[in-house]
């Protein structure tokens, strides 16, 4: 099997990379080339994006690839969902994009579950109810910036619009647009009822594409200004957690779910078509689209987002700990002191993170944490349950038997979260890829240029090139006890 070389620009909430990817031998090796921080930049009272810096920080990494002489010969970018940048007027970007933890949808969030409500949102989309969602976003837009929006001439997720100033193609990779509460999984088209339902200009949305879409070549001004060639540019699964699922190594049986580990936790299974009932939508589970015409089936809960804002805190107080300190004394921390609820309001918006846990605790009678360690350990376990209650939700509306859970992405570096994931569901744990998203994007990239013939393939191909470590249930009798105790948290 001949040499095949891949560039991924993954976008993260923190951070962005661009990852280069060597498929060979029945093998994908990868390294990292170049590593940016991100983040929500605050301004003017709002949450911001600074996607041209983003954009640079993108061409500065594919500047590293080409000076490595590597003669890759094609790129895709993934990122977060639910947010977008608006282009019209002859202008590439009408504002910075806002982020979702923007407070904008607050208000417009509460009125459509007001009215229409819930029930033909969902019998449209099949998406989760969470105010973050893209389509709050836009009535906020349309309610607060409708000046601007009716200058728009089209409306782009981040990484189909990082795909645009690649590519100069504008278009909506299905995954990525699957996650706006605006996009119909059966028709597998953009809502023309609720875009019309919320007065949004239809006009504004872009043709969609699936997954493994050749775009066209690096624009020439782009490829000469980064020193490199007409490279391919991919819309794999532009949507992050899409991207990974493609890359969970399960290979055979149906007796498995997925968890991606990071600053969300998303955890499901993949189904062949969406579900869409009033059971599903009871659950709030959301059907995502997936590579293949696969349905990501899951829910997004918050993940290491908790920790990830303790932490940021604790900086701003001269504390500085990395994770692998915070686990270690989470693992030395007593067991199962204080619980949360890691689905309440209160933990979706930034800042003082270690108040808003401690004031949960007073309000369920709870000791408070009181150390870094107590900390970690209350978000370690209460994550853990969590998924427990999830998976047990998953089995009483698709009636899958599941035996495995593939816990993928950062978050599957933590051997502390992951034994207590095996011992809050009973099931085995199986952690790794830690890249999953990167190389879910590589490979479906290989798949697009006919180097690898099937999803089936991609995750051999993963499985083969991977350490995966297992984690065996333990201790059932007290996460029983633990988890009775979590049910009866509000």
Same mark, same amino acid.
């Given at each position: 099997m001949s040499e095949h070389f891949y560039i991924a620009c993954d976008l993260g909430a923190d951070s962005g990379r661009v990852i280069l990817g060597r498929l060979g031998e029945g093998r994908v090796t990868i390294e990292e080339v170049h590593r940016f921080p991100n983040?929500?930049?605050?301004?003017a009272g709002s949450l911001r994006w600074d996607i041209l810096r983003i954009f640079e920080e993108l061409k500065i990494g594919l500047r590293k690839v080409a000076a490595k002489g590597v003669a890759a010969q094609s790129l895709s970018v993934d990122s977060w969902g639910l947010d977008y940048a608006l282009t019209g007027a002859g202008q590439p970007l009408l504002s910075l994009p806002h982020s979702y933890r923007d407070a904008r949808t607050d208000s417009t969030f509460a009125a459509a579950m007001c009215a229409p409500g819930p029930e033909p949102i969902f019998a449209e989309t099949g998406i989760q109810f969470m105010q973050v969602n893209t389509l709050?976003?836009?009535?906020?837009?349309?309610?607060?910036s409708g000046q601007l929006l009716s200058l728009a001439d089209r409306f782009l997720m981040i990484a189909d619009y990082v795909h645009f100033l690649f590519s100069g193609v504008a278009v909506a990779e299905e995954s990525l647009a699957s996650t706006t509460q605006l996009y119909n999984p059966v028709t597998r088209k953009w809502s023309e009822r609720l875009i019309e339902m919320f007065a949004l200009p239809a006009h504004i949305f872009p043709p969609l594409v699936a997954p493994g879409t050749k775009l066209a070549p690096l624009l020439p001004a782009v490829a000469a200004e980064i020193d490199m060639g007409a490279v391919q540019v991919i819309a794999t699964c532009s949507h992050d957690t899409g991207a990974a699922v493609a890359a969970v190594p399960a290979c055979g049986g149906e007796d498995w779910a997925y968890l991606s580990s990071g600053t969300w936790s998303l955890i499901g299974v993949e189904l062949p078509q969406p579900l869409l009932d009033d059971t599903v939508r009871a659950h709030n589970f959301t059907n995502e689209a997936g590579f293949?015409?696969?349905? &990501? =089936?899951?829910?997004?809960?918050?993940?290491?987002?908790?920790?990830q804002e303790c932490r940021r805190t604790w900086t701003r107080a001269g504390q500085e700990y990395n994770y692998g300190t915070l686990a270690t004394e989470a693992e030395h921390a007593a067991p199962f002191r204080s619980l949360i609820n890691p689905n309440d309001? &209160? =933990?979706l918006k930034p800042d003082e993170m270690p108040?808003?846990?401690a004031a949960y605790c007073r309000e369920t009678s709870q000791p408070t944490p009181e150390t870094p360690g107590q900390f970690t350990r209350c978000i370690y376990e209460s994550l853990a349950l969590l998924y427990r209650r999830t998976l047990d939700e998953i089995v009483s509306v698709t009636g899958r038997r599941i035996a495995r859970l593939h816990i993928v992405g950062g978050g599957s570096q933590s051997a502390l979260l992951n034994q207590f994931a095996a011992n809050a569901t009973g099931r085995t744990v199986l952690a790794g890829p830690v890249e999953?998203?990167?190389l879910g994007n590589l490979l479906i990239q290989a798949i697009a240029l006919g180097h690898l013939g099937s999803l089936a393939d991609l995750r051999q191909t993963v499985a083969a090139s991977s350490v995966i470590t297992e984690?065996?249930?333990?201790e059932s009798g007290v996460w029983q006890e633990a988890f009775a105790r979590f049910q009866r948290l509000p």
């Open positions: 983040g929500a930049v605050k301004i709050y976003q836009l009535i906020a837009e349309r309610e607060n293949g015409g696969t349905t &990501r =089936f899951l829910k997004n809960i918050v993940g290491l987002w908790l920790l309001a &209160r =933990f108040e808003k846990i999953a998203t990167a984690y065996l249930p333990q």
